[in-house]
């Protein structure tokens, strides 16, 4: 199935970018997810997919961001993380260093980049 939305945050969990594929998860949902990674780094547990209450979380920690896809659907996780991959690497690529500064500077070419990379969630 599909990806909801596709997260960058801050180390903090602050949103920077959000963009929203299928309506059926709200922004909210970060503050949630930052819970759950303390939570889990607390006691030792973190892992890149995190579920809670019906919803996935899989997410990669590339320099000061967080990039978090998720899904309230039955989504291939593997695709997905390495999607996260991949992300990080198109963005290196236009940005020469993916970090919290870059995406702010070049916030309508990251939309950009992610529209033409994934379409209602799948992966292009």
Do not use: W
Request: net charge negative; charged share 25%.
């Amino acid at each position: 199935m599909a990806t909801s939305a596709i997260f960058i945050l801050d180390l903090k969990g602050k949103v920077i970018i959000y963009r929203d594929y299928r309506g059926d998860v709200p922004i909210s949902y970060a503050d949630r997810f930052m819970e759950k990674v303390a939570e889990l780094e607390d006691a030792g547990k973190a892992s890149p997919i995190i579920q809670d209450e019906g919803v996935t979380y899989l997410y990669l920690q590339h320099s000061n961001l967080y990039l978090l896809a998720v899904t309230k659907s039955n989504v291939n996780a593997a695709s997905t993380v390495y999607f996260l991959h991949k992300l990080v690497e198109v963005f290196t690529k236009y940005f020469e260093q993916l970090e919290e500064e870059s995406v702010r500077d070049n916030f309508v070419t990251v939309y950009e980049l992610l529209d033409e990379m994934m379409d209602f969630g799948y992966p292009q």
